[in-house]
């Protein structure tokens, strides 16, 4: 045990080389006919996280057997611009067009001058995971709690929950010098050091960086120490979903498939196959579900697979209720307007849909950016990176300077009149008055828990993130517990073809009350000490748009998606509008779970990365029967695997070892 957790260690601590890396074998297979008209235990649609955390956890059991239905390849010929963090920024996969995004465009938004805003989800092999922006954040006590409260089940609260967050998470902390420059503090307990993604701190460091947080303290916001152990408040400079070693992206193709693929013939992953439709088995009076029918890209043909345990549903916040109401999962209304045969009546199935929005101020700098190099200068970085010079090179980092802040410090004086209003238009001001009851009560119930839990109790209602990667420094200002809802609905009988998205942004009178006050935060931000320092002059929209019409305008006619839409498969109870139960189940038929970002029932103030892999984490224990994290064997494996203590002792053991060695003239 011992040598092999020392074999660990060593292979990881030495850099990796960059080309090797393009080497690793990836069988995923393509070929549909290997698995048509095939039983498997398991059959889960999308390889996102949900989809690979899943299949992972399940097949530990060698008797297990998966497959894995994924709609993208596997994104080969991208491979930069998936594994170099900065890529993700200078050289993105999700814009339109791209073969790896789905190209999903929301419905003309009433509130946003009548625009359609892009929502680029991940269509490849990892998910958006693959194509995300690494930031490594996670929700907080407050949310997970009051989530356990709105499902009636402590299995959702935070002290049930961290052993899932240190489950997936592999974190390496900063290294001293870094440590102290940013003045990052690290829990231990709030940790995991073994897990599959890799979690770490960029090794090249905008100087500015070390100006985020006593900014925040200057102006009244002290903050919570590591914003992983359950409170968030403040500035923090926050790691990503990188490997410390090699610096290349950590996500769920790299994390939990490509380790595993050669050695578990008991995991089966299809990519580039589209999943039209579930199958059930309806001769008893629960319809069951039994498989799945895809389709391949470039033919008409539809196959079937068949599961004798259970179908896991997991194409994310748009895949999932899409797939659900195409196989007559959803409301009545919708299914039979599109000539689907309703399995069951289920209103709640697209409905209770939101987002983070985001507007951002940008100011004309002294401090390094990297969106003015030049063409030529991007290549030497490009290639210093490659060549593993890592701390120099911008293409190791997107940049993980984040706060998180309070209505009060938004508001001031003007907060309690703003709770009261809250707290008056508590019933109808999210409805757009044409959702059925069930939905409406759903809408009543989170509303309240968000004003009670968040609004009320100081904790964070908006992000704001430092961008250094444009050509003026960026602060961008994203709602994290907006109170619009919205909607996705079938609106095609082509499986091909987009459901129809309505996030009904701003859609809540508060939520471009909230958004105003935190732009004009950024202001206050921007001339506070130290950051005011390297700011000269504000870009855009200009000093002059000043008024709450000319702020509103600008809200309106900027505002882009944060990427974290969520909610549209809630778990909450049936009579609120759910559609999955606390155990991740379908209500209404029998082996069917949906599990992946659509199920979390309310908003939270962080990305969405983490608390997705936790989820499924979790929901890969609960179908295995596991109640608590302690029940199951990949936790009693990763706690015999190597703490940090154990890992800090062979650390020292390998120093104090090469010591004796010098001093003993071998040197
Ligand atoms: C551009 C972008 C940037 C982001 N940045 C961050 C960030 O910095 N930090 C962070 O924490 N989060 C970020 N997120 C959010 C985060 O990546 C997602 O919340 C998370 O990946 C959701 O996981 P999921 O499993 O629910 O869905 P996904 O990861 O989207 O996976 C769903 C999978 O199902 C597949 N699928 C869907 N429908 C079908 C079908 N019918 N048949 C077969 N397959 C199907 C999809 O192709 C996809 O592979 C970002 C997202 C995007 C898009
Ligand atoms: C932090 O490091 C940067 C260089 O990356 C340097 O410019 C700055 O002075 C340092 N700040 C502190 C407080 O040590
Ligand atoms: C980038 O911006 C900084 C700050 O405004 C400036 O000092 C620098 O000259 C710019 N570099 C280039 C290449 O334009
Ligand atoms: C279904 O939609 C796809 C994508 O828009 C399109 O290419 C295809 O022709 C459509 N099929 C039918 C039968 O309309
Ligand atoms: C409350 O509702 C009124 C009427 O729609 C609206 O003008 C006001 O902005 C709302 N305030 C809040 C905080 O929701």
Redesign the pocket.
């Known amino acids: 045990m011992k040598f092999i957790s020392l074999l660990n260690v060593l292979s990881t601590a030495s850099a990796f080389p960059f080309s090797q890396f393009n080497q690793f074998k990836r069988s995923v297979i393509t070929d549909a006919n290997q698995v048509n008209d095939q039983t498997f235990d398991y059959v889960i649609a999308g390889a996102g996280i949900g989809g690979l955390v899943t299949a992972n956890r399940l097949t530990e059991d060698e008797n297990t057997r998966v497959l894995v239905i994924e709609a993208g390849g596997q994104g080969d010929d991208v491979r930069d611009r998936i594994d170099i963090p900065a890529e993700a920024y200078l050289n993105g996969l999700p814009v339109a067009g791209s073969p790896y995004d789905w190209g999903i465009y929301t419905e003309a938004q009433d509130e946003l001058n009548g625009r359609n805003l892009h929502w680029p989800r991940g269509k490849i092999v990892g998910g958006s995971t693959a194509v995300n922006a690494l930031y490594m954040t996670r929700s907080i006590k407050d949310e997970h709690d009051a989530w356990a409260e709105l499902v009636d089940d402590d299995g959702w609260n935070w002290d049930s929950l961290l052993p899932y967050f240190r489950r997936y998470e592999n974190f390496s902390p900063p290294a001293s010098d870094l440590k102290d420059n940013l003045s990052i503090e690290v829990k231990d307990s709030a940790h995991g050091y073994d897990g599959p993604i890799q979690i770490s701190f960029p090794q090249y460091n905008y100087p500015q960086n070390s100006l985020w947080q006593e900014t925040f303290n200057n102006l009244g916001v002290e903050s919570d120490s590591d914003p992983f152990s359950g409170k968030n408040i403040g500035g923090y400079i926050t790691p990503n979903s990188i490997d410390p070693d090699t610096q290349l992206r950590s996500y769920a193709a790299s994390a939990y498939l490509y380790p595993v693929q050669n050695t578990r013939s008991n995991l089966v992953i299809l990519s580039d196959a589209l999943v039209t439709r579930i199958n059930f088995d309806t001769s008893s009076s629960k319809p069951v579900a039994n498989g799945l029918t895809f389709t391949t890209s470039g033919s008409n043909n539809q196959f079937q697979v068949y599961a004798s345990s259970e179908v896991v549903i997991a194409g994310g916040a748009l895949g999932s209720p899409q797939i659900l109401l195409q196989s007559g999962i959803g409301p009545r209304e919708n299914l039979e307007s599109q000539d689907v045969d309703v399995v069951v009546d289920l209103p709640g199935v697209g409905e209770h849909v939101q987002d983070h929005i985001s507007a951002t101020i940008n100011y004309a700098t002294t401090a390094p950016v990297a969106g003015n190099l030049s063409d030529e200068e991007l290549d030497h970085q490009l290639q210093l990176f490659k060549d593993g010079n890592f701390a120099r090179s911008v293409y190791s980092t997107p940049n993980g300077a984040i706060a998180y802040v309070p209505l009060d410090d938004l508001m001031g004086d003007d907060t309690d009149s ?1 709770l009261d ?2 707290e ?2 508590m019933t109808d ?1 999210t409805s757009s008055g044409n959702e059925p009851e069930q939905v409406k009560s759903g809408y009543r119930a989170t509303y309240k828990s968000d004003l009670e839990n968040v609004y009320r109790a100081g904790n964070a209602v908006v992000e704001i993130l430092m961008n250094n990667l444009g050509s003026n420094l960026g602060f961008q200002l994203a709602i994290q517990h907006p109170l619009s809802r919205g909607k996705i609905s079938l609106g095609s009988q082509n499986a091909s073809e987009n459901a129809n998205v309505d996030p009904r942004y701003l859609s ?3 939520d471009i ?1 909230v958004l105003r006050s935190g732009l004009r935060y950024i202001r206050r931000l921007a001339s506070t000490e130290p950051l005011s320092s390297v700011i000269e002059s504000e870009v855009s929209p200009g000093e002059d748009v000043m008024s709450d019409e000319d702020l509103n305008d600008y809200i309106r006619s900027s505002v882009v998606s944060q990427y974290h839409p969520a909610s549209s498969c809630a778990m909450l109870p049936r009579e609120n509008g759910g559609v999955v139960d606390s155990h991740l189940r379908v209500y209404g038929v029998d082996n069917l779970r949906v599990i992946d970002s659509s199920t979390i029932p309310l908003p939270i103030a962080a990305h969405h990365m983490q608390i997705t892999y936790a989820l499924c984490e979790k929901g890969a224990d609960l179908i295995r029967g596991y109640e608590k994290a302690s029940d199951s064997p990949s936790a009693t494996e990763s706690e015999s695997g190597g703490s940090l203590s154990s890992i800090i002792d062979i650390k020292l053991l390998i120093l104090m070892v090469m010591i004796t060695i010098m001093y003993n003239g071998l040197y």
Do not use: K
């Open positions: 703003f209003a809250l008056a238009n001001a809540h009178p508060a009350q």
